[in-house]
């Protein structure tokens, strides 16, 4: 199963030939990020959050949409999300100065004509159980209308997520290059991906998979998530795709040659800090429902242990690869499928490069 | 209860006029700095405190005065204040070179003639249960007679303080400016402060407050700090005198027209590290005792908690304004109430510009 | 017991003629240096060390020799010693790259003729139970054929040690100067040192001490350690010789007039991190076996908690002196013993001046 690059690919991709560090390009603000899940942030509450080392007040009015501001008072800066909402105001638990969904600032101990100016809005959008905001400067896009097959009732999605202190590049590659199942060996079980081919399009790019079990066995955990048990899983006969669609990626994976999918993932990274080097994760990983209703409710704890012990594998690791980052000062990596060079491109191409390290 | 303020007040305060950073304005070395609390420094021993980064060792002798020395040995540098005191001397741990209060050294395994240089000794004082130190370089001007009421034995006097996280100045801001009164009203209940004035002069200002409780209800905690229950609390009648006498400040309230204080609070806080980012405070908490004797003893417990909980609450915002500036890199406050923009303009002109910031 | 310096040795030795900052020279690494004890590798398995910030991998395969490679996979940079080890070779976790003794790697989804670059491998050796690498760029030396008494069976040894936060000068130092018995004052009660001469040359210098008891009390473990109890503690009449042999150390104790060491201590100090301000101390302890069988078994309880507290009390106080030197930011040390001036001198012109300190 040995891939064999031919040399026109080799060249193509000359890892000399990029002068950028992709750990130190940021994630384009003229996308949308999420900041929150939906239910962590109730009615009548504010909560803090962050893009890029920006912080971000999000706030939830009685009545009314979820609004973001920048999460600091105007007046002696400490963060609005400290503070307390009342009707569609969010206010300051220092001197009281309060902000409506416009930014606009009131003091209650000055007069109209005096009141000084408020802070940044950020446009936002809820879709699928999560907040959304818009942290560039151009006008923002409609914002996403759905997240993989979250919104789909024939699928029952598990929503799940953390911080993981590293360069969001590094969650990209990590879920691309499938040759890492080596990681979730004591996992899965011995699995050999076999690369099938890539499209690529402007800001996105999705590669194929199919996987060999050489001894056969097949862990209760993947199975659920795959769709049923199967009596010869030696033969490759499924399907992966994995895809960037910057910034977000989805893994669709559709069994025996199905054209709809059994699993489907939609993943988003949103950097945290102003470095870049930490990423909260927002996974929503969909599992077609099967025929026989229950099911996959009786299975749900195997999957939800299963999966979170291979995204625990995966974050151990990127924060290993961020580590060593670190210490080295610069992008050492020496990248030898070709998918993945590309991939680094995409990703260098469609993000801005950070300002110089601050002390 | 909007506070007007008249155009001429407003332009001879230009925020944009200061170009000076505040919290790069350190406390001006040549006054008297609290250090420890007495109790701290029993006889024979020797208690290690700093000034704005330079480590200070306070030593106790079995007889005669506080002295206060550099906190280094000569030799290998190590702090003498892990050394242990005998007679006069304060001898270093490590090889048990030892020092007196001149600083003089003694390096018991060579002969007289070579004996080298010593530390450099903090002129140093004792007052109402706080001992200060003198970290300039000019001479030594008198030492602090009183500290408020707290040597008065009309008053009972609680002494508390501890490590705040910020700048002092924001400690001087965070008294003076009684609008943030909107932060204690989940401790004190709802307080509408009104500022009547002010007064100023050659390093010291004052500010006059009266306050009016909109539903005339007082908490326990308050009422026995402020001379007990009245009738009807939603008349303004009394008067609260707030002072930055520089560098440090004070608290007088006088209850109903009355020319005693029933509450009077000294205040000092003690940069501890280099960046001054961090102060220690002192507080000396009188309360002028009632003419029925024991109630203020009875009463002691309720108040103890109740101003362990608004300074408390205090220390919280005024970290949160430390690490706004420090996320920010610069003073972005807007303020927009005069008298706190004197009080800035009173500690940058009396404290002295830091170096640039180390790494 | 005070010692005269005569001045002709003051001038010779003058503080201030040396220009470089010993806490900046880095140990040589073209010598042999401790990264493990024997034991802490086991056969089959891969585990984690350093050298001045260098990350090393120690291999050991089911068969045949300890080797050591960088401790990064050419691939992603992440640390081979979370890999496994398969005969005799190492698999990174992530994709299953693997490592031979010879740093060349093998990447099992790529074609033989497109194998990327290996990694750097450390020439290794084991001695008396330590695994120690040669850090360098010349030739390896020959590896060291013995660790003080360490492999002699007329001994009984403890091993011991660990990270001491502080640069391995600071060790040497601690060591030779045997004044600081004060330290240790509380562990061993008062012992005067009393220092007899000093021998030296190309890269190494020992001293010779004799000790008195002005209160003639010996503590139990140290009578253990160096040869039985004594009815008269209060002549001198035993004799410790302290060397240096860069980069490591020994201390040898002579009792009464005997030439074969009762005690005999091999210390070796290897820095952890790149500024050097870590070291990870690797000790040999060894005891003469007395001649009456089992004694020496019996009294090893003892003697490890003593020799377990000396060693603490050292440890605290280079500690202390590191942070002194990172507050003060240079060695303002004054050193008046002359044979720790030369200390400096051998330490300082056999080690390496390091690069700028990184941010």
Redesign the interface.
Known sequence: ?????DSAE?AETNISSAPVDLRRVGAHPDHWYPVAWSHEVKKGQVVASSFA?E?IAIVRPQQGDVYALED?C??????LS?GSVKDCRV?C????WSYDASGKCD?????KG?Q??GVRVYPSAECDGIIFIWPGSLPAAPPPASLGAAGDKAYKTRSFGRIVNCHYTFMHENLM?M??Q??HIRTTGKVTPRYLGRRAGEGWMELDYTFARPDSKQPLGESLITGGFRSDASKPRDLMTIRTEYPHQTLRFFAGGGDVPALYVWLGYTPVDVEQRKNRSFIHLSVRRPKIPGVLDLAWPVLTWFTNRVFEEDRI?VE??QA??D??GAD??????PPIRELRDLLSRNGRVMAARQ?
């Open positions: 199963m040995d891939m064999e690059l080799a080392g912080p600091r105007a007046h002696r800066q400490v963060p400290k206010h638990c220092y001197h009281g003091v209650p101990y000055i007069g005096k000084p100016n290059d040759n890492h080596f990681l690791i290993l690869e060593a980052y210490a080295q050492w990596n020496q990248e030898v499928f002390a």
